[in-house]
């Protein structure tokens, strides 16, 4: 154990040459830990606006919908896929379900709460104005939502790059693959480096999406911004 | 699937699982010893400034930044990173590398939660007190503490639940905890271990979260508005 | 052209209806204001007609149709709706706002842009103001452009709930002749719901006063209203200022002027005195021709033979044959000299005293 020890003092931080050597692999990492979150976000957006629109119509079914999406968010990720393995085993279905189930509640209550905030004289004047409730969601309640909506779908978005590196465990990972080979080697400097690398990416994936989806929203509502009034 | 299921209730049944280092007492002792230290040194460190701050309405732009940031850096890597730097600083792996991440970890969302707690304050109140001559430390000790104590308690029962769960990754830094039993039954593909020790975690997640919950509502000034309910990590 | 027929609203859970056993007429091409305090159903009764709120039982005919007869959304399409909050949708330009109800018709492209054009005219609006959106626009801005959206489809019915509400006292005078002006151009048949009587009476060609409940106390032309309220519940509604609301709807023509106390620019001392005597003042108005230079007084006499060399004082209001007698009533009550000059253009024409007015109210 202590000449383990002593080793890890003697070596460099970081190993810029087992970066170069691997960039494939970085590249193969990098496409799998976009993938896995666009799936999850893509479908758990899908699921979220479905759950909403019944929450939306039926008030009563809010509560019980944030309860057991609530749950699912507070199981902690490593049990739900815990839990799947025995299902679907070591495979994309048991990371995608464990990921989507922690969008759920971020999502539904971002998008019930993005329709619940539309002006109440905005939707009167749409029905007055002969609008059938189904125009009136997809043209008026929706777009206005967008704003509160989007930023649901960051938060989303960033967890999910965040968990993603977990189903390194189940044989996935993403950048959560160098992570934990990291790990494994973690008394060498090979072990720290990649260790390093996997975070620095999986963070600078995260802050990305996050960026570009904030210049999506501005792009997506030009009338937010105009406040003066003439 | 029953027979699985049979399995794991065997599992749970087997008087071995309940003994010695690696029992289920002593793994769930010690991963509520663990969680509790670390959200209870992260709280000590985090409140006070968040409070502090919040009541000079200072520092706003730092409390939103601090949780939008922490969120970005995958509790994974937190983890693992605190591996070298505690092998670095002499602390050897176990115990201070899982402390220190789960530390770290625990940290923004109480910093920022708390100061929204107290931040969102109704300003009438505060307004309505210092009129009625009470001092600076009076209004923040009698106004805007009780008041926001919810939304404290709120912010320490998300970061106890996230702080439980990342502990279960601390097992790949050779700690213990719950977290064992799912790292070893993937090392040794036992998926019956894997699966008791997910029901184990969720488990002790959810009767967490369930406390705090009961806590919050009993906390709550009567009259006052519900308790927040900022999201900001998601268990690892 | 809208007949409500014993309509009548209750809701569930609630004994007492909001609405109960209405009857009502609205004749095409008129402006009917409902009018009444809180609970009286007013605005009840309003979205029943464009079915946002659906009647309990009676019947409601638009142009000889019967509500039911056709589905809401297609009815509403037909109908101009304003609200007090307006409800612009924030997301669309001015341009677009205006365009919903063409669009929702299937209008296309050109036909609609032109109407937007024609209607932006209609309402006053500066061309400018199409590309924005509506957190650019000031209230009174959002307000006409609500009145266009409202006219878009060029629909024969208007509702309008409260309109005028959301802004401040000056704005709400100028929309309010605004809209007396477009009513005279365009004639639509317009059902407007209020909460203040002089606004009624303003707009109004009739005036509907609900009491608590639905109940319809008195439905006729204002100035019917005025002189004879149909009960003590109307008079008090009215307001202790009958007799002043009056005046404001009989315009300065139709009462009698006198010539009144008018000296030419060479008179003497002699005739402006005998002029005092004669109307028993202590002043004279010098002016000729159909033109009115000034007022003078006796101390302006002293010293003096003739009038020429006296610094003529400026009659403090001008009153306008179009002009109500409640402003004449102001402008007179408020001047030195207790009449006030009359003109027809710039043309004077006379003088109005009190005692003209007073006879007025009295008939």
Redesign the interface.
Known sequence: MMLLLAQVESQPFFRWDWVFRNLDDIWDRTVEHVMLTLIAVTVGFVISLGLSLVAIRWRRAYSPITWATGIMYTIPSLALFAFLLPITGLSVLTAEIGLVSYTLLILIRNIVAGVDGVPPDVLESATGMGYTARRRFLEIELPLALPVIIAGIRIASVTVIGLVTVTALIGFGGYGFFILRGLGLFYSSIGTTQIIVGTVLSVTLAVSVDLGLAATERALTPWARKKVPA | MIEFLGEVAAWFTDPANWTGINGIPNRMWEHIQMSAAATTAAALVAIPPAVYLAHHRRGGVLAVASVNVARAVPSFAIVAVFLPISIRLGLGLGFWPTFLALFFLAVPPIFTNSYTGVAGVDPALTEAARGMGMTDGQVLRRIEVPVASPLIIAALRVATVQVIATATLAALVAWGGLGRYIIDGFATQDSVEVFAGGLLVAALALATDAVFSIVERRITPRGTGTAADDVTRVAA | MIELSHVSKTYPGTIAPAVGDLSLAVPAGETVVLVGPSGCGKTTTLKMI?R?IEPTSGTITVGGRNVFDIAA??????IG?V??????????TIADNIA??PR?LGWDKQRTTRRVAELTELVDLDEE?LP???????GG?RQRV?VA??LAADPPVL?MDEPFGAVDPIVRARLQDELVDLQARLRKTIVLVTHDIDEAIKLGDRVAILDVGGVLEQYAPPADLLRDPANEFVADFLGSDRGIKRLSLIPVSSVELIDGPVLGQGASRDDAEAMMRRFEIDWVAVGGDGTLAGWLGRDDLAGRDDISGITLRPFRTRLDVTDSLKEALDAVISSHTAVAAVFERDRYVGMITTEAISREIVQ
Request: charged share 25%; proline share 6%; glycine share 6%.
């Open positions: 464009n946002l959304h297609d009815l509403r399409r037909e709706y609200i007090q909050q307006i409800g612009l949708f924030p997301h669309r919903t109800v929702l103001m924005r959106y509506p957190a650019e626009l000031s801005q609500g959206r409202a509702l």
